[in-house]
């Protein structure tokens, strides 16, 4: 865990991948309310804490993942507590889960290394701390965090009469990313994929926010090529290339 951005600003990464737009010079502002403090990251290489980073001190202020959490509940994360750990994720193609119990304080999420761009390891970061904010919030404070998000807790009941309960909590989870947050999702993307140098078009960017989230009705709902146009996205930065798709982001790992 670091003290605050500035700390985890001298870091360097583990590889020598460089963007043609990053200046080290850029200012590092801290999070009003030290977001990182309230996360371990210490289990997890520099390359993906720099990303983490990023994302919390780089990208532009109302893009960050303590203002996009924030935005929707208006609750401090005083309380927000969030380890980061890589191990296997056993759920299909997932490349992360975090647990739906709290775990000696903390919302831990366990994440599959493989060889995802800087791109998908970004958005794994940012869908897996919304998973980690709703542990954490429901598990401190249930009626407040009912009376936030009702459907999600109206969907979760009805979803437990056919799902396990983590299952069923993680579904419930899906469905209110995609009420809640996938555009900010899409919009945090792209504020930290054009800081380093990655000019795509938005629909690009709204695309690979469907990562983590293909498994919804509103997902199901989209006509087929869109669908299509996603996975290929999706499947292309989780693997670094596919099908003849070229990743647009660096590969985090060898």
């Known amino acids: 865990m670091y003290e605050n951005c500035k700390e985890l600003g001298i870091r360097k ?6 963007c043609a737009n990053c200046d080290d010079n850029v200012p590092i502002i801290e999070p009003e309310i030290g977001f990182l403090d309230l996360i371990d990251d210490s289990l997890i290489d520099p390359y993906h804490q720099n990303i983490l980073h990023d994302l919390t001190c780089k990208i532009k202020t109302e893009k960050r993942i303590d203002n996009i959490l924030k935005k929707f509940s208006g609750v401090s994360f005083h309380n927000y507590n969030w380890k980061l750990k890589y191990g296997v994720v056993n759920s299909g193609q997932a490349t992360a889960a975090t647990n739906s119990s709290l775990k000696s304080g903390y919302a831990v999420t366990t994440i599959d290394k493989g060889r ?11 869908h897996e701390s919304i ?9 401190n404070d249930n009626t407040s ?4 998000y009702s459907d999600l807790v109206e969907g979760y009941l009805k979803l437990q009469t056919t799902l396990r309960p983590d299952e069923a909590w993680n579904q419930a989870n899906h469905d209110e990313m995609v009420r809640s947050w996938i555009g900010e999702i899409a919009s945090s993307l792209q504020s930290y994929g054009e800081m380093k140098g990655c000019e795509m078009k938005d629909e690009f960017y709204k695309s690979l926010a469907w990562g983590g989230l293909t498994s919804t009705n509103a997902f199901d709902a989209l ?3 869109r669908k299509d146009q996603i996975n290929r996205i999706i499947i292309s930065e989780l693997k670094g290339g596919y099908d003849g798709e070229v990743a647009k982001g660096e590969k985090t790992c060898d």
């Not at 990464?13 to 460089?18: C, Q």
């Not at 998973?131 to 598990?139: A, M």
Request: without cysteine; positive net charge; charged residues 20%.
């Open 13 to 18: 990464a583990k590889t020598d991948v460089v």
């Open 116 to 126: 995802a761009t800087d791109l998908s390891m970004a958005r794994t970061l940012i």
């Open 131 to 139: 998973h980690g904010y709703l542990v954490y919030y429901f598990r």
């Open 145 to 148: 965090a009912s009376k936030s």
């Open 223 to 225: 006509e087929t090529a």
